[in-house]
């Protein structure tokens, strides 16, 4: 399974972007998929995440009502659209893959296998 993010860019705080997260390979239906984020000096933390099967969605604290994860299993693709962005939203963002998904350890970033290689979000103040 491979990953590729993309959407990434500048925006003042208040501006809206929207990542994609094309996935290769078949078996799309079959993954739960997340997206996390690092800014310099932190950890990776998790932003969202969507299930496989009945799409449930769960998001950080930091970011519920600005952003929403969707998914489109025809194009293979996981979207985050982000709102409402503000300065401390900047990171690499990435997307990533995991099979299942068991809703206690849906925000669990070891639990992911598939990662991509991140976009970059900046947002000035």
């Known amino acids: 399974v491979q990953l590729q993010a993309s959407g990434g860019g500048s925006v003042q705080a208040g501006g809206s972007l929207r990542l994609s997260c094309a996935v290769s390979?078949?078996?799309?239906?079959?993954?739960?998929m997340g997206w996390f984020r690092q800014a310099p000096g932190k950890e990776r933390e998790f932003v969202a995440v969507?299930?496989?099967?009945?799409?449930?969605?769960l998001y950080a604290d930091s970011v519920k009502g600005r952003f929403t994860v969707s998914r489109d299993n025809a194009k293979n693709t996981v979207y985050l659209q982000m709102n409402s962005l503000k300065p401390e939203d900047t990171a690499v963002y990435h997307c990533?893959?995991?099979?299942?998904?068991?809703?206690?350890?849906?925000?669990?970033?070891?639990?992911?296998?598939?990662w991509g290689q991140g976009t970059q979000v900046t947002v000035s103040s």
């Open positions: 390979g078949r078996t799309f239906r079959s993954y739960s």
């Open positions: 990533a893959a995991r099979l299942g998904g068991i809703l206690s350890t849906l925000k669990e970033k070891s639990y992911f296998g598939y």
């Open positions: 969507i299930r496989l099967n009945d799409y449930t969605t």
